[in-house]
Nanobody, 123 residues
């Protein structure tokens, strides 16, 4: 089993920045890809970004390209999501996810999920 714990959410003004962290524990040797998804009220959970263990394979949703950066520190078993130029549309609960296989963009591809952290972008 793998446990994922997100942190770093909060309230930020439009145009501001936040950095989310996701710490993994448990059977982390089995994990390759880690990703971030988000879910706004009344909407389906959607892909944001994902990164492979090596960091070589990275994917972003079109809606966050150029504004968000995913990174990973394997020594700390932690994945980060740096979010810049935040917009009200970025408001959502952000979830960390992990899987044994390669980077993927669908929720059903991921076996492990965190509890989520709220990000609210508002003036």
């Amino acid at each position: 089993q793998v446990q994922l714990v997100e942190s770093g959410g909060g309230l930020v003004q439009p145009g501001g920045s936040l950095r989310l962290s996701c710490a993994a524990s448990g059977s982390i040797f089995s994990i390759n890809a880690m990703g971030w998804f988000r879910q706004a009220p009344g909407k389906a959970r959607e892909f944001v970004a994902a990164i492979s263990r090596s960091g070589i394979s990275i994917q972003y949703a079109d809606s966050v390209k150029g504004r968000f950066t995913i990174s990973r520190d394997n020594a700390k078993n932690t994945v980060y999501l740096e979010m810049n130029s935040l917009k009200p549309d970025d408001t959502a609960v952000y979830y960390c996810a992990a899987r044994a296989g390669p980077v993927a963009v669908t929720t059903t591809s991921y076996n492990y999920w965190g509890q989520g952290t709220q990000v609210t972008v508002s003036s």
